[in-house]
């Protein structure tokens, strides 16, 4: 018997199972066996129903990444988002580039209580006759900022304080999920209060720091309960049989695997950052009054829509509603195009 | 180590091991030593596994404090060898901790106690770089072709990333293009063609995932394979060719391995040695075809008659064993298997059982078994135990693999 320590026996082994394979995919090339019944014993013959070559060629020369645009390229939805998407963020650039109005020129209302949609004034005018289409790009900067920001906070904060606490488990998993508990029972609101007032009220930078490292449990809590489970799971055992580091399995094979369901809790975690913020602004404990976001003009158009202005509320409205939607949908998008299972 | 473990003859098949129950509690006289001892195997006659005493407890919280307030015995002083080109085959009802065994072994579960010996090597006591270094020689073909592969990874990365982890100067696994080599190389070897490294797993029948397992674990070198259940979630047409390549691989390279089941005809067809398991205890281990045409515990014979025989024309009366499976958590005193066990009732319950453990002890050569009346099993003894049997219809379901012994379904005989 030959000791299979010896590593040049094992690969002369390997090489010339190999041959013999070639051997025989050969022979069966010069001559296909005979009868239709494929269900003959030699295993080493070639997997005959699989040589679907089109198959092949399209697989050919793609990587996993180039597979994943490619996915995502054709999820239509994902597709409109990101232009939706792109759109917004371009206007939150350039925004004071493209605005009608200056910031400080306020052209002034011809009707009291602000004029409807016009020409002049194509989104119409606030009650002090600002221009609204002026608010919503100059809103956009603030809105998306804050949205975009606290969500990469949060996400990143979640990510990694929810696999330590799911891959490590026992006391550090303790630890993290009691700071998590206590994040969770004092009210949302409350803290926030505090703190914008501690970290300097109406700064952007101080709101995406609170909404980002206050909302972070939500996306740690999901992280965990994946890498709990997928923990479990025979290819993390696999891999560990295999000498893989546990950094390593944390991250190449579990949380691509957990991935899914983080990626739509944050999609879904920026849009309602959007609307705290309008309401923390309408609480006065937000941007300053001088400054816009969808949030605040939002809340200031409440009064206007008894008086049956529409416009001042409703085109903030659909600028965040349109930019959430859109986020939802590359959310989506993402989560189908990570997934390797899913049709190209 | 005691002479009479194990060698094994020359041509490597037929191999004459003795399971041993290394500390003492069994005075192994019967077996002689194996022939050929010195020449045979290239460890000197040691064998290249060896289980001595292991114990996996999974420890039970309850309570606020959470309390340590039991545990549930998955394995409870196995002790075992396997010599060197081996198939050991290891049968039992679900939970008796035969997956759990193989496992902690491998240490992918940590041990309560015990030594596991690879080529004289302690596992369990290695950790570290020493650890990684043997985890090479040693690997595992799960049960579940769908989790046992990561569906986010080409069969490429599946395949490779062991030899990344495992890449040294010596061999120069680290560099792409010898790892994408071998990774078609091991695709061939397993049946497979070189270009599926590109597929992912989604993309592959579970007979074809099953290979690609197999390519993963082979792909290190490994001297010892613990394949758990392999082929248990694989269509019948499938199992044999797995089986088949399993058998080959270990012609070719000279694999060692634990094959871990619950079906009685896979065992029988692979094995060279089957242990059966009960309750996290070794309860009889045997030659293959000593222990299918003389089994000598009872629980055995239980087993054994559980077989269905493909022949509707075959009347039987069942014998039913009493009862389900105790708790692990709250084993039996003395035997665990006398609260079910039909030869006791036979021999009018003999205190015996209740109160002393038995003894794994070697009946015959090879041959060892852990029941105090192993002797008094006779094919007579049994005719008079199914006749006692309140007489229940012959089923004709037959699990679709045939003898699944997980089922909840209770155990039954068939005479003779």
Not at chain 2, 25 to 40: E, K, L
Not at chain 2, 42 to 55: A, F, K, M, R, Y
Request: contains cysteine; hydrophobic residues 45%; proline residues 7%.
């Amino acid at each position: 018997m030959t000791d299979p320590r010896d590593p040049h026996t094992h690969d002369e082994v390997v090489d010339d199972l190999v041959a013999r394979r070639d051997e025989a995919v050969t022979d069966l090339m010069r001559s296909p066996p005979e009868g239709a019944d494929g269900a003959f014993v030699d295993h080493y013959a070639p997997g005959a129903p699989d040589a679907d070559a089109e198959y092949e060629v399209a697989l050919e020369s793609l990587s996993q990444w180039q597979l994943a645009r490619r996915r995502f390229r054709r999820h239509r939805l994902a597709m409109v988002g990101l232009v939706i998407f792109s759109l917004m963020l371009g206007v939150a650039i350039v925004g004071p580039i493209v605005q009608p109005y200056e910031f400080t020129n306020i052209p002034g209302a011809s009707r009291q209580g602000g004029d409807p949609p016009s020409l002049e004034h194509v989104f119409g005018t606030t009650r002090e006759g600002r221009d609204v289409f002026e608010l919503v790009i100059n809103g956009a900067r603030i809105s998306m900022a804050v949205g975009l920001f606290s969500m990469l906070i949060a996400g990143f904060m979640g990510v990694l304080v929810g696999s330590l606490a799911g891959y490590f488990g026992g006391w550090v998993d303790n630890g993290l999920m009691r700071v998590v508990d206590v994040l969770f029972a004092i009210p949302f609101l409350f803290i926030i209060l505090v703190a914008a007032r501690f970290f300097g009220q109406g700064q952007v930078s101080s709101l995406i720091l609170i909404f980002g490292l206050l909302s972070w449990p939500l996306i740690a809590r999901l992280v965990r309960a994946s890498f709990l489970s997928l923990r479990e799971a025979d290819f993390v055992d696999a891999a560990r049989a295999v000498g893989v580091s546990d950094l390593r399995i944390a991250f190449r094979h579990i949380l691509p695997n957990a991935l899914g369901p983080v990626i739509v809790a944050m999609t879904l975690l920026m849009a309602s950052t959007i609307i705290l913020e309008a309401f923390v602004s309408f609480l006065n404990f937000g941007i300053q009054e001088t400054q816009v976001s969808w949030g605040n003009a939002l809340a200031n158009a409440q009064s206007a829509l008894i008086l049956g202005n529409w416009w001042w509320a409703f085109f903030p409205g659909m600028a965040i509603a349109l930019t959430v939607i859109a986020i939802n949908f590359i959310g989506d998008g993402l989560r189908d195009a990570l997934d390797p299972r899913s049709r190209a | 180590m005691s002479s009479e473990r194990s060698a094994m003859t020359a041509g490597g098949t037929d191999v004459e091991a003795a399971v041993d129950t290394a500390h003492g509690s069994t005075p192994a006289s019967v077996g002689p030593p194996g022939p050929d001892v010195a020449s045979a195997s290239p460890g000197n006659g040691q064998p290249l596994v060896s289980i001595q005493e292991l114990v996996k407890f999974y420890p039970i919280h309850g309570g606020i404090l959470r309390r340590h307030v039991g545990d549930v015995r998955a394995v409870d002083g196995v002790s075992l060898d396997i010599p060197r080109g081996e198939i050991l085959g290891l049968v039992g009802e679900s939970g008796c901790g035969k997956s759990t065994l193989g496992k902690t072994v491998l240490r992918l579960l940590p041990a309560t106690s015990g030594r596991v010996l690879l080529d004289g090597e302690d596992v369990l006591a290695r950790t570290g770089r020493d650890l990684k270094r043997l985890r090479r020689r040693m690997q595992i073909v799960f049960q579940d072709p769908v989790s046992s592969l990561n569906p986010r990874m080409p069969v490429s990365d599946i395949i490779g990333e062991g030899l990344v982890a495992q890449a040294d100067a010596e061999n120069g696994w680290g560099k792409r293009s010898v790892r994408d080599k071998r990774v078609g190389d091991y695709l061939e070897v397993v049946g497979l063609r070189r270009d599926y490294a590109r597929r992912f797993p989604h993309e592959f029948s579970g007979g074809q995932r099953q290979r690609i397992g197999i390519a993963r674990a082979l792909a290190l070198e490994p001297e010892f394979l613990v394949c758990d259940e392999p082929v248990s979630a694989l269509d019948v047409s499938i199992q044999s060719q797995i089986l088949n390549l399993l058998l080959d691989l270990r012609r070719e390279f000279g694999l060692t391995y634990l094959f871990v089941a619950h079906n009685l005809s896979v065992v029988q067809y692979i094995s060279d040695r089957v242990g059966v398991m009960y309750l996290g205890k070794l309860v009889e281990s045997a030659p293959v075809e000593s222990l299918y045409e003389d089994p000598r515990h009872p629980y055995t014979v239980a087993l054994l008659s559980a077989v269905p025989v493909a022949d509707p024309r075959r009347r039987t009366r069942r014998l039913v064993l009493k009862g389900d499976v105790p708790s692990p958590a709250a084993p039996p005193s003395g035997c665990r298997f006398h609260p079910r066990c039909w030869l006791r009732e036979q021999l009018g319950d003999p205190e015996q059982c209740e109160t002393v453990d038995p003894p794994f002890r070697e009946l015959a050569s090879g041959h060892r078994v852990a029941c105090h009346f192993a002797e008094r099993i006779s094919k007579g003894v049994l005719a008079d135990a199914v006749a006692e049997q309140p007489d229940i219809p012959t089923s004709d379901v037959v699990e679709p693999d045939g003898q699944d012994l997980e089922s909840p379904k209770p155990v039954d005989a068939v005479p003779g």
